[in-house]
């Protein structure tokens, strides 16, 4: 404390030592909790007070914070208060220095005063703390003497505020200068961690690690678009009571969800407890509920479009700083970046899978070929059929082809294929009647691994692989009565799932179909849905048999034999009359490909250059005794089917088919196994 007197020159020499110790410190100080304490005791040498502060101004609270210094024992002081209530405040808002020379008589600002007041204080200086145009906040000295600084009190006290106000604004560029390196490591070791990962299921536990490194938070998650533009999965990845908030991978509307304004405008948006309130939504309701405050939306973009939202949230309000907002645009400008590399890689997995599946099943289709290298026959049956394929071909329609076995059902299919607008696109055929009934559902639709027992990895379904082709669906009148749904919604919507599988397909594809029943009588049996029937029956056509059409047959023999000849290594020359003949008569029930298979057998029989045919195979009597009896069997078969449906499959009893049919029980169940009659033949 100075006297009256003029200041002696062991006094200021006192002072300017103090003043050069108290910059050594500045210089070498770790942080302002440590230069506080050692300030004092220089000034304590030199300079006559109790109680000495920094009050420096909180952006995040807009509130002084104050540092307390006091000689004697500690006691309570207010640590932090509204600018408006503290002589620092004001002193930090006015640039000007305040003397309270008689704290006991003074009234102003009670929050400050009145404790210090209660500590015996009679004077308090304070004097701002700016560096190079910087308001930092103030430095405040307290004496427990009245008026008990002087002139040149005054002036030192003045120095140390420049001081210490450079030691403020020099830890405060450090911890910036610390803050943002420490950022832009993270920043980098976010870009290193998601770029690590290109499968969709291991990148997303990695955000929510990511989004720790930069900013504190509470819930973390991700909502991703769907196929369908309108819908989004909302995928949880963190919350601070590990109770999630909704079900991880739950497919929402886009309306539903806190971030559909900010993935629509694709603009950052950060909400408060009030407009999470305001939206009413369940989602939003149940974030309240589990006491979030704060949410910030930042949108995920492509070069594509907007990929879905990135959203972290924290129990405060007003949580997240400029620098954390700015972070957190930067992460998910990243994270968009790895997820659309992730789908980049998914759908060029599936196009691999979709490449290697068609290789296979072109391989296949290589060494199954239909030994028809083209329609062979002038007859005008044959004729109109053609036409009719003509016609149809470059229309895209569904195509329902008609015909008994053998008549070449699949060579219409290929050609009206090969008129198509989709010629250069994949045709795939499936024979619903050669795949069990339990596989047929994962051949046409697919499955995914761990669908069923031996579901051992991902297989793409037949409907897959025709997408922007043609899909040959042969047999179709014996495809299960459960599986014609599925297929139904094909035709209708375009779309599919397969076996174990949420995720919707949508294909473009254009469905031929074939059979040698009558759909007619299958619907009316209630074993084929009428809705897939109509689907189907756009536009059909009829293969007549070749007993209606015996001038081709002829043309046909002569074809099969240069064919098979070629290809046996041997040299035909000569068909004999009475053999053409024979081949002409004949009613030939399986039709061309049961002419296909005689003409080889004789080729293989003949020795030199004329045909040698056994002609005793097409002897009529034979084949009608074997027709007669076919038929028997056929009609009998027919008759017990009718009875067990009428009767609704009971065989025994006084409503049982064998009291209907006038048989024992047993005999009924011997001609059941005798005809192959199951349960499955007459179930309704």
Known sequence: MSTNQSPSPAGELRRYEALLEMADLIVRHSGLEELLPAIALRLQAVSDFQFL??????TKTATMRLHWWQSGPTSVLPSEIAVADSPSGWVWTHQQELMFPHVENDTQFPLVLEPLRKHGIRTYFVVPLTSVGKQLGALGIASNKSAAYEAQDLRLLRRV?????????DTAIREALNSQKSRLQALVDVNRTLAS?????????????????????????????EDDPGKVRAYVLSTANQVPMIESGRQLALEQTISGPAIREQVPKTLNSTELQSQGSQIANRILGAGIRTVRCVPLLSSSGPLGALNVGSKQEQAF??????????????????????????????????????????????TSECNFEEIIGDSPELKRAQAKARTVAPSGSTVLILGETGTGKELIARAIHRMSKRSNATFVKVNCAAIPTGLLESELFGHEKGAFTGAV????????????????????????????????????????????SN??????????AATNRDLSQRVREEYFRSDLFYRLNVFPIHLPPLRERPGDIPTLVHYFVRKLARRM????????TATMQAFTRWHWPGNIRE???????????????????????????????????SRLDSAEREHILRVLRECRGVVSGARGAAEKLGLKRTTLQSKMKKLKITHQDYRK
Do not use: W
Request: negative net charge; hydrophobic residues 45%.
């Open 457 to 500: 990895t991902k297989k793409i379904g037949r409907i897959e692989l025709a997408d922007g082709g043609t899909l040959f669906l042969d047999e179709i009148g014996d495809i299960p009565l459960e599986l014609q749904p599925k297929l139904l919604r094909v035709l209708q919507d375009h779309e599919f799932e397969p076996l174990g």
């Open 321 to 366: 700083t400029p620098q954390d907002e700015e972070l957190l645009n930067q992460i998910a400008a990243q994270l968009a970046i790895a997820l659309d590399n992730a789908r980049a890689y998914r759908e060029i997995q599936a196009l691999k899978e979709r490449l290697a599946e068609e290789k296979l099943y072109l391989e296949g289709e290589i």
């Open 595 to 629: 002419l296909e298979n005689f003409i080889e057998r004789s080729v293989i029989l003949t020795e030199g250059k004329v045909l040698q045919a056994p002609l005793a195979e097409l002897n009529p009597e034979q084949r009608v005794s074997a027709l007669s009896d």
């Open 161 to 169: 505020a420049e001081l210490v106000a450079v030691a403020v604004d």
């Open 197 to 225: 990962s290109l499968e969709m299921q291991s990148l997303l536990p990695l955000i929510s690690q990511c989004v720790s490194q930069v900013v504190p938070h509470d819930f973390a998650g991700v909502t991703l678009y």
């Open 569 to 576: 290594d041997k040299q035909i020359e000569t068909i004999p």
């Open 53 to 58: 502060n920094f009050s420096l101004y909180d």
């Open 503 to 512: 995720r919707t397909i949508r294909v473009d594809l254009r469905l031929i």
